[in-house]
């Protein structure tokens, strides 16, 4: 996620930000177009978000693929430029309204930005579609020129099924990847999903400590190979939802004292598989190998 970040920066923050006529005198503008794209929840979503928050005061638009197909079905064309020429205004109080970024996430991007027909037939879904990959590019070849600078962030699983035109430069220029993290990233990201329960003293984790806390993640990060951002969150909220039954069936009597142990963890991880990681996993490591005692774990917590 690192170089993702940094990638971002370069590449849109810096430019977005530097001064007008240092622009000029390098005789270039900044992109108005970034896909970010990679396995399904691998933080696309989060990050686009975050990157809105980072760039504009402005809030931003967030719309998805199949929405903008059913919105605008017979008005395609309408609908495409006002996207772009109403941006939402400002919060009150927030000096600068006009030059403020205003940054559209189009989510679930190759919805509506699939590669066009070949011409002529096409029923007519494809022909909406096309018709709104048209405005989206007449759009974006017009986005210097519009009041208020556009950003526009597309976000997919699929970059393959993109028409190509939209991708050139100019356009949707810079390509992100957001890969599926590595053990270090999936121990920051069940930190993240980790962290409130840690710190209201919820989890039942031996020798209780900042290092046997930091041992816990280390282990099951090494554990959760193949595991993307979303399947590691739904394995803390399986563990929680564990430790919550246990609270219910003595109808909360002892909630106070309810905590998540590791065998609640445990049993999170069996339930939740890796869904678009498996296949890949076992073309390179053979077959899934089963998940190792989380005894080992507590073997691994360091003594004090
Ligand atoms: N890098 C990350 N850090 C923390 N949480 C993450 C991360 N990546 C994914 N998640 C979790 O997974 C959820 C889904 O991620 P999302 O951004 O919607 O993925 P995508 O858009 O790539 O499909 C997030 O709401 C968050 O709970
Ligand atoms: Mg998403």
């Known amino acids: 996620m690192d170089n993702v970040v940094e990638a971002i920066r370069r590449r849109v923050w810096v430019p977005l930000s530097a001064p007008k006529d240092l622009l000029e005198d ?3 503008a900044p992109v108005s177009g970034l896909l970010l794209h990679g396995p399904p929840g691998c933080g696309k979503s989060l990050l686009a978000r975050r990157l809105t ?13 199949p929405e903008i197909l059913d919105r605008f079905v017979g008005s395609s064309e309408a609908n495409v430029r006002s ?31 699939g590669r066009r027909s070949a011409g002529g037939g096409g029923d007519g879904s ?5 018709s709104v990959v048209n405005q989206l590019l007449a759009r974006m070849d017009g986005v210097q020129q519009l009041a ?20 050139r430069p100019g356009r949707f220029e810079v390509h992100i990847e957001v890969a599926p993290p590595d053990c270090r990233g999936r121990a920051e990201i069940l930190r993240i999903h980790c962290h ?42 399986a563990a929680a939802a564990y430790a919550l039954e246990r609270a219910a069936m003595t109808g909360y009597k002892d ?17 939740v598989a890796p869904a678009a990681s ?12 089963p998940a190792r005692d989380m005894d080992t774990a507590r073997n691994t917590v360091p003594s004090q």
């Open 196 to 237: 409130q329960m840690w710190s209201a003293d919820r989890m039942e984790i031996p020798k209780w400590s900042e290092g046997g806390f930091t041992s816990f993640l280390t282990e099951l990060a090494e554990r959760t190979e193949g595991f993307s951002g979303a399947e590691l969150a739904g394995v803390v909220r």
């Open 148 to 167: 208020t600078p556009t950003l526009l962030v597309g976000l997919t699983n699929r970059k393959d099924l993109i028409d190509p035109a939209l991708l």
């Open 26 to 28: 390098l005789g270039v």
């Open 83 to 113: 996207l772009f020429d109403f941006p939402p205004p400002l919060p009150a109080g927030v000096p600068g309204a006009e030059e403020a970024l205003h940054v559209i996430v189009l989510d679930e991007f190759d919805a509506i930005a």
């Open 255 to 271: 909630a106070g004292s309810i905590k998540v142990t590791l065998q609640d963890f445990e049993r999170g991880l069996n339930d």
């Open 53 to 65: 928050e980072i760039l504009t005061p402005r809030p931003p638009t967030f719309v998805s693929g």
């Open 278 to 289: 498996t296949a890949y996993r076992q073309d390179t490591d053979g077959p899934r190998q």
């Open 126 to 130: 494809e022909r909406v579609r096309d």
